[in-house]
């Protein structure tokens, strides 16, 4: 029996600190707000809660463009602040788990400041300069938000790397003074008391030996630049050495995020002798919807099968279990609202389609996320006006693919990015049906969801058969039982295939569970074998049908 860790069983509960809870009514959400909601995520049952960026930043990219390490950023309150959201959150046993974005920083930060002064700069190398070549970019390589990775920098006549946005330049993970200076980082905020890291794309650092140009698909202007810097050879080494640098001088919880891994890559970077990270998030299940051209990248509108899901869901349960450990999402910041994706959110179905895709996926192995307002079924925004979003790799790829490169109409874009922008994901949380949805009293940063006034969490907490109740039932029950973190996961034999219903077992040397969802709105009839002497452990509907399986119908027998 291998060892057993604290995060094995226990829950994480994502905030978005900009649209959690606006205390001092600018508009944008803050600490003290999240501070003053403490109980409410202690009243799910939540074990850890995951802060994104809360640094000082510019804020291109929300901020995951850091321009100062070891700052909160102002909007959000000061240093003093935080330290008290992490003595109340740790009166209340809650742990805290910060985002960690070091595969770049903001060139709104001193070592890029320094940096970009010059070649002769002892910053320098902290980041990844290069020479043009035939007076172009070094590579044809694009980036994640639109247009080329490289930026041309007048002062010294060479190119900087930016993967992601041109405020966001890559640090160079080959110049070890950069490593120990992360590393410094990382200790510094454990020193402090918190409880863990969420790795920002932490598998692109090792960029390859040799930069080369990638392959063009039709219509491509830049090459897709995740196969060429994902997982590079120097990952796995760099990974041990921060372990054996921070990880293994504090009891902290790792995630890393990692766009682009198989199953292979993270059976290491997850493996259970903990070694470098304790789970990683990767994407195949959150990619399946993406557009087939490969210029569109993600913009399209297409609801996954079940069949998509499954497999790929199955793949990492069976492969993983028992070397290496497992992350659980629907949601986060960066994906649309789960329900809305992967269930349905017309008013009728919301509520039982949302209970459907929790049990479906708080039964597998592994450590589960909740994304703020995934536990009370919030869904998509619906926005119709490109106005309306405020994100920046929405409005990238709107110029890139309808404006300059007029590979798509506008009408249609707008189609995806109401199913697919980021922005779905981070409307302010809708606490009440007051003004702002409770939220705040001044105009919020990005517009409520409409649907406040019937999605909110006092309606919530004043239903019992609320999705808040539920997703609170399945916590408790991980917590209780051991065979939801420990136990093998089965996929039901001759279930590979059924379009409509996914049905799965977890069993270990006393317990099994069977756990059955209907993925759809139809009616159906399923028959399975099972003993007389088992207890209907959970279920999305009052009473048990047996064989009918009624619209996004969730059940769990343990026996
Ligand atoms: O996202 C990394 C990532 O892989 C993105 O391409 C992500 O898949 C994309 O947003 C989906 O459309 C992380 C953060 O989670 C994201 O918020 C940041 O913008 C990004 O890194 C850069 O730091
Ligand atoms: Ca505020």
Redo the contacts with the bound molecule.
Sequence with gaps: QAKQYWWQNAVVYQVYPRSFQDSNNDGIGDIQGIISRLDYIKKLGADIIWLNPMYKSPNV??G??ISDYRSIQPDFGSLDDFKVLLKQAHKLGLKIMMDL?V??SSDENKWFEESRKGPENPYRDYYIWRDPVDGHEPTNWGS?FSGSAWKFDETSGQYYLHL?ATK?PDLNWENPKLRHSVYDIMNWWADMGIDGFRM??INLISKPAKYQDGKLADGERYANVEPIVANGHRENEFLQEMHQNVMAKHDLVTVG?A?GSSVKDAEQYANLNETELNMVFQ?EHVSLDGNPKAAFG?WDDRHVTLNEVRNSLSKWQTNLGGNAWNSLYWN????PRAVSRFGNDDPKYRVKSAKMLATLLHFLQGTPYVYEGEEIGMTNAHFKQLADYQDL?THNSYKQLVTDDKLIDSATMMKYIEFHS?DNARTPMQWDDSKNAGFSDHQPWLKVNQNYPEVNVKQALADPDSVFYYYQKLIKLRHELPVITDGKYELLSGNESDPDVYVYTRKNADTTLFVIVNFTKKQLTRQYELPDEKKLLISNYDDDLQDELRPYEAKVYQF
Excluded: I
């Excluded at 986060?332 to 994906?335: I, V, W």
């Design positions: 990219d929300n995951y463009d974005v595969n770049h994640y992601f966001q920002d794309v995020e766009p994407f993600k986060n910041h960066d994906q790799e980021r």
